[in-house]
């Protein structure tokens, strides 16, 4: 059985868990809380030198971190993974932008206004962080305009990553009454069948 | 025939290049000047609406951005994607940590060293900018002191990934005598076949 190492209200985690729901693969869940330095343990460094959540536990011993790569493995053979060569590579598409023009803003954003004291001096980086998530909403909602999913047509794993951070976007200061695809969509992911939703 | 839009001097761009060559796959190159807003441009937007090279336009006029989902696209079925499950995913894990804990680090220092002027004030990133790319060399270092390669023990396109912006870290003011194992590590993809070289 597999076993999760992640925090249950982080959203890189979060994907994993809905993953694994939605596929009816039973799971053990670890709970590592990275805001108190338990990634930064030897014991969990010996899991991932990157010192990162989530990390997927097989059952082999092995370990396999980033929250993305994890999908991809949980998804190959299963409907969550476009069946083409080209579906594949757009679900792989939109889930680097989601780690690299997505993530690094509306995530961070959550991060300093949810996990942080009101007087953080982390603050001072909000407006550059909501500057770069409304340009990631904005890329989203032009594809969501035309299309119901992110990639092939169907709901999959690049739903699932994307889903994670700006469904909860609000948390980050975000208002996302200014992108009613994006609303839609969230309404469409939130009908798939075995949903569950992110932890309080 | 593929045609890619890519700065030819950029790691990102260069990634492209490097699996089109060693694949012997025939491409066309367009020069598209990122550093003087040509990918920001109305047309260019119609390409990638995220405004970002490398894109690649495909036989049948569509267009994939994003470097390490196009790497993924073109090595499927080739030796540079490794053929077992847990092997892709590896591959995977380490684009995805490409992107998001070394990428923003250490191709953001060589883009400041490299790119502008002496004088300007992102120069006051670059200690926050040299303390995470360290991170991010000091596990890669830790993986290549046990493996010759990234992933399944064979070259991929995980070491594509994270070959164009660690071999010129010194642009960005990275030591790499500090780190003997990337260093034998970078010797080997050079000694790879139809290996080419970042453009000057």
Known sequence: MFTVHGKSDSGN???VR???????VPYRWVEVDSTKGETQSAAFLAKNPN????????????????????????????????????GRA??????????????PYIAVARFILYYLPPDSPRR????R????G???????????????????????????????????AADGGFDLARTPAIVDWIA??????RFVPLPA
Request: negative net charge; glycine residues 6%.
């Open 13 to 15: 985690c979060y994907k």
């Open 18 to 24: 809905l993953a694994l729901e939605q596929l009816g």
């Open 51 to 86: 010192g990162k959540v989530p990390t997927l536990e097989l059952e082999d011993g092995g370990f396999l971190p980033e929250s993305n790569a994890i999908l991809h493995y949980l998804a190959e053979g299963t409907p969550l993974l476009p069946k083409d060569r080209l």
């Open 90 to 103: 757009r679900a792989l598409q939109w889930m680097f932008f989601e780690q690299y023009s997505h993530e």
């Open 124 to 127: 001072a980086e909000l407006p």
């Open 129 to 132: 962080l909501q500057e770069r």
């Open 134 to 168: 409304y340009k990631a909403l904005a890329v989203m909602e032009q594809h969501l305009a035309r299309e119901p999913f992110f990639a092939a047509g169907a709901y999959s794993i690049a739903d699932i990553a994307l889903f994670a951070y700006t469904h909860c």
């Open 188 to 193: 469409r992911v939130r009908g798939q069948p």
